[in-house]
């Protein structure tokens, strides 16, 4: 029996011990999860107090008593404009901190102050990077005064317009807001191609800056030359505060906005020359960027280029119309293997060799019976 007793405390001790470590290993954690880290940012407020004065700062609890505001929300989107992280802060904290974000970048941080149920106190960081483990710091974030916003949002600026000949069969159209845009607002169905003629709707890519305020369209296809087409935003594009978008400020009424553009002619027998011409280049390990000369035997022949690989991206000169360059980017190879890509440019090929990390030899390629340049980055 004493023997007995004795093995059962030894085990009732081990239980107890066991309890205490995971205790204590649940407390002692960060609030980071692997594979992420966090974002802080501090605020500071302006006020615009007369239309000679400009902006002032203003006291960080007058702001919060004057206004009647108790809590500032705030949000975290990704490049993609999804909604990462909503928390709600004091607004006499005047700070906050998201831990928990996904390493990555392109993290944007909006920042509302609400008065009467409208952000009225607005505040935004771009361009956020975070780091598996590290905190990243947004910075003071300035949060301004805009009074209650019941006016909606409308373009200032589209391309291209009826004004423009020769436009390229594969356009990037684009309208720019007033005011920043609710990105999630602008989709295929709040801003839409169509060739004027037979209303055939146009597929395409849509995208919006939130830097620029402009929203851009990209045909997946080209366009048909010498053919009238119609760009519509509707009223279904929002602002920050809701507000609907008016592309008519004349009428009580918010109305859809539409402009029109004709594509430049077909020129048949258009011929292209690149230069370098299709060869293949080595690019060692580090990134680095290289242009292309593009040669058009006609100046009203319209060309695209176009990346075949995920780590060759287009930095400019994705098309155009005549004689062009074309600037392309080479992303840093860290990996074991040697790689090729291509870029179609015109309906030419430009064959882009990358040598695996760690590679030291020159190496030269024979082409069109002579030796290429050996390009070290």
Sequence with gaps: MLLRHKRLSWFCWIIAGASILFLFSCGSGNDDTAGSGAITFNMEWKSESTARSGFTLAAIGDVCDD????????????????????????????????????????????????????????GQANGLSV????????????????????????????????????????????????????????????FTLIKAIDSTIIAGQITYDHTSMTAAFIPDADLEPSTIYVATLTTDIKDIAGNSFDGDLTTEVA??????????????????TLSPPS?????????????VSVKASDPACTWTATSNASWLSIVSGSSGTGDGTVEYQVSE???????????????????????AAGSTLPVLIWDAGSWDEVVWQ
């Design 333 to 355: 190879n860290t990996s074991a293997s040697d790689r090729t890509g291509t870029l179609t440019i015109a309906d030419k090929t430009l064959t882009i060799q990358q040598k």
């Design 67 to 122: 206004y009647q505001i108790s809590t500032i929300n705030a949000t975290i989107y990704d490049a993609t404009d999804k909604n990462i992280a909503s928390k709600s802060f004091a607004c006499t904290d005047h700070s906050g901190s998201f831990p928990g974000i996904p390493a990555g970048s392109g993290y944007r941080l909006e920042i509302e102050g609400m008065v009467a149920g409208n952000p009225d106190w607005t």
């Design 255 to 272: 109305e859809n906005y539409a402009w029109t553009f004709v594509t430049g002619a077909f020129i048949p027998g258009c011929t292209y």
């Design 131 to 190: 780091t598996d483990g590290k905190t990243t710091d947004a910075g003071l974030i300035a949060m301004t005064y805009s009074g209650s916003d019941t006016t909606g949002p409308t373009v200032v600026e589209v391309f291209p317009d009826a004004t423009i000949v020769g436009i390229s069969l594969k356009p990037t159209v684009s309208a720019k807001f007033n005011e920043p845009i609710a990105g999630s607002s602008i989709t295929a169905s709040s």
């Design 279 to 291: 060869l293949s280049i080595i690019f060692f390990s580090p990134s680095s960027s290289r242009t």
